[in-house]
Nanobody
Framework: QVQVAESGGGLVQPGGSLRLSCAAS????????WGWYRQAPGKQRELVAR???????RYADSVKGRFTISRDNAKNTVYLQMNNLEPEDTAVYYC???????????????WGQGTQVSVSS
């Protein structure tokens, strides 16, 4: 089965930057789409950014212009570059990997365990 794992979280001051990484292993097939989600204390998990098999990207309004999602298909790895971080970005960030199973759109999702991002002065 496919396994995914995030890394790169940490503590930074407001205005700082972090780069998160997520790699998929356990399968000879590439991932079709990637997503980054986050969950802050007392809040539900929300979509931060995603990239499709065609290379199209989408971002939450709160991170547009500050975060960039990218992928390395050869390495089955996705990245999230986070710039100008704000205290409101503090959350556990989760990686989501999606494989499309057929032309009708059926898919299967795989999740990482999460990495903590804390933004504080």
């Amino acid at each position: 089965q496919v396994q995914v794992a995030e890394s790169g979280g940490g503590l930074v001051q407001p205005g700082g930057s972090l780069r998160l990484s997520c790699a998929a292993s356990g399968s000879r097939f590439s991932i079709d789409a990637w997503g980054w989600y986050r969950q802050a204390p007392g809040k539900q998990r929300e979509l931060v950014a995603r990239v499709t098999s065609g290379g199209n990207t989408r971002y939450a309004d709160s991170v547009k212009g500050r975060f960039t999602i990218s992928r390395d298909n050869a390495k089955n790895t996705v990245y999230l570059q986070m710039n100008n971080l704000e205290p409101e970005d503090t959350a556990v960030y989760y990686c989501n990997a999606v494989r499309i199973l057929n032309v009708e759109g059926a898919s299967v999702d795989f999740w990482g365990q999460g990495t903590q991002v804390s933004v504080s002065s």
